[in-house]
């Protein structure tokens, strides 16, 4: 922190990136004039290849790293101006590689917020779709999870992931989808989890499969570190050589081919 930093009050989630530049090493741009406003409580999808930036922008969010150049705001403040701790507690990240360490279900879930009462811990888990799976366990929320416990699949870690996010209560959420092949009953658990849990506050959703987020209010594409088109899912779709409708279109038709393949199976 800076010496000057001042405390982060509750924030609202209106988030500006202006004319934001970013480089790892010298001379190798991984963001190049990024401008985006976010108002409080909108959801925007950022969507493009692997290495295109998605991650370096939500990392400059969380204050990994600070701009090389341009500024990002939160409610008006300065991201390089405020407290570090102060604005990582109003900001929850579910990775799409969210660790699970040995031990119970609950230990996990309350690593976010170790005062949480079993009332919340349920609602948080119900929320994130996962509270039915974990009554399944043979010690429900005190089953054990790790070596000697419970195996869990991608599916189930990434909604235990959203619950315990969900417990910290955050004004802003970042959520990385998982990016291994989920079936299609995971899928929709987590699509239904995500739409309660962005419900009224800001979020960003990295998104990989783009059936996830076509109900987001800005769907942000991105291209070797430049936004090249934004708006909603039918706006994007509109433009005749978009880069969104041709990913669209690609992962439509390969949707198409599974089920194809899933019946003649």
């Known amino acids: 922190d800076k010496e000057d930093a001042v405390e982060l009050p509750p924030i609202k989630g209106h988030i500006k990136f202006e004319d934001v530049h970013f480089e790892y090493k010298e001379d190798e741009p991984v963001l190049k004039g990024i401008n985006l406003e976010v108002q409080p409580g ?7 290849h692997t290495g295109c930036g998605k991650t370096t922008l939500t990392s400059l969010l969380m204050r990994f790293y ?13 991201l390089r101006d405020v407290k570090l701790r102060s604005l990582r507690t109003q900001i929850g990240q579910v990775l799409q590689d969210s660790v699970m360490f040995d031990g119970t279900i609950r230990e996990n879930l309350l690593y976010g917020r170790a005062d949480a009462t079993d009332a919340e811990l349920i609602e948080a888990a119900r929320i994130a779709e996962i509270h039915e799976f974990i009554m399944r366990t043979p010690e429900g929320y005190d089953s054990m999870l790790g070596k000697d416990g419970i195996k869990l699949s991608v ?4 909604r235990l992931a959203i619950a315990r996010a969900v417990l910290t209560n955050p004004s802003v959420l970042i959520l990385d989808e998982a990016t291994s ?4 009953l995971s899928e929709a658990l987590i699509q239904k989890a995500m739409t309660r849990v962005l419900k009224e506050r800001t979020s960003f959703a990295i998104a990989h499969r783009l059936s996830t987020i076509v109900n987001a209010d800005i769907i942000v594409v991105m291209d070797h570190g430049e936004i090249i088109e934004q708006g909603t899912h039918s706006e994007l779709l509109q433009i005749p050589d978009g880069k969104y409708r041709q990913l669209y279109e690609q992962q439509a038709a390969g949707s198409i081919e599974e089920a194809v393949e899933a019946m003649a199976s």
């Open 42 to 48: 909108q959801m925007v999808a950022l969507v493009g």
């Open 66 to 78: 600070d701009v090389k150049e341009g500024r990002i705001t939160i409610d008006g403040h300065d």
């Open 155 to 158: 599916g189930e870690k990434q």
């Open 181 to 184: 092949s989920l079936d299609s």
